[in-house]
Structures are given as C-alpha cells and as structure tokens.
C-alpha cells in the first residue's frame, strides 16, 4: 500500500491489500466498505464514472479524516484509497476498511468516514452515461439529472454557480465545483470511452 494509510490512485485499488493494511491480532472486528460503479442509475445505463479531484487538498484531507476517525472511535487501523480516473461498471472507485477492538466502533467509523469523504473531500464524479450525458456528481451541487445531454455537455455550467479558488483557499476550504469549473467556459476533461 506504499505505507500511507489515506491516499489518492490512479490504478485499480487492491482491496484485499486494504484489508491487509488493518489486520492485526489486536483487532476483533474489521469493518470494509467499498464504493463500486454501478450499471445503471435512475433508470440510465453509465458507461463508467471519471473521477478528478483537487489534489493538493484531497489526499491532506483523506489523511485528516483517518486521524479524526481514530480520534474519536477506538481503532487500531484504519486505510482508505480513493481513485480518480476513469472507472468502469463494477470497478471500486473507493475502499475503507477499518479495525478495532469491537464491532461497534468499526463499523460506525467505517460509516462516518464514508459519509465524510463523500460529503467534504475536493472529488468530483462525472456520470458517463450511454445516452450521452455526462453530468457531474458531488454533494451540494445541484444536480443536473433530467437537464440532458446538452446540459451535461456543457459541464453542467448552467446548474454551478461560480467558485473563486483563492476564496476557497484562503478560509482553507476546496472548491464545491468540478474540474470544468476551475476556469470559466473550460470544458470538462475528456473521458474516453469503450465499448460496453
């Protein structure tokens, strides 16, 4: 796992190396969650998920959390991977796994960091979808479902309202925006796309 126990990859993440990373003979419980694309999404097929995030920000953070999680839950190890990049159906895009002494506190530190990266780590997830769509996904943006594909296409620039990253940088907080945000009329990176 290259000794860090909360990072960001751009390979494949190795779960059973995860698990690895939080076993121990001190621990009675191990607690994994992992995020995996899934096929279809309120009734659309996805292609594959592209994941970007805010780099100098989200692995710091990921880090943050894993101190925070054992700060307040008795843990004996905790490891969390993020990926970015294009991930396709069936693939895990996220994977936490945590131990400790009892069941209980794995499993609701296991749930709180979850809950937590989803909810304040500077990643955003593009939605690729068969019928062309690409909206971008992250907690408090509004969501660009049933806006189409033109919507989509245009980064969603519509439903986002302007970030200044300086602003964000100075109160030490990330941008809520996607990637295409980060400069005004970018359009989102390219995803490639494979055959289904």
């Known amino acids: 796992m ?3 126990a909360a990072r960001i990859s751009q390979l494949p993440i190795d779960v059973a190396e995860v698990v690895r990373c939080v076993q121990t ?3 009675g419980a191990v607690v994994l969650f992992t995020g995996t694309t899934r096929a279809w999404t309120d009734g659309r097929r996805t292609v594959a998920l592209h994941y970007d995030c805010y780099g100098e920000m989200a ?5 943050e959390l894993e101190a925070e999680a054992r700060r307040r839950w ?5 490891c969390m991977v993020h990926r970015i990049g294009r991930v396709d159906p069936g693939e895990v895009s996220v994977a936490i796994a945590v131990s400790a002494v009892h069941r209980r506190e794995a ?8 809950d937590t990266v989803k909810q304040q780590v500077p990643i955003w997830k593009q939605e690729v979808g068969a019928d062309g769509s690409r909206p971008w996904i992250h907690p ?4 660009e479902r049933g806006r189409g594909a033109a919507a989509s296409a245009a980064g ?5 309202r302007p970030c200044h990253r300086a602003a964000h940088q100075r109160r030490g907080r990330a941008p809520r925006v996607p ?3 980060r400069a005004r009329g970018a359009e989102p990176p390219p995803v490639e796309e494979r055959d289904p």
Request: glycine share 12%.
């Open 2 to 4: 290259s000794g860090v």
């Open 74 to 78: 008795a843990l004996v190890e905790a």
């Open 156 to 160: 969603g620039r519509a439903a986002r």
């Open 59 to 63: 692995e710091p953070m990921l880090r």
């Open 107 to 114: 499993f609701a530190a296991a749930q709180w960091l979850i």
């Open 25 to 27: 003979p001190a621990a």
């Open 140 to 143: 408090g943006m509004p969501p």
């Open 179 to 181: 990637p295409a945000g």
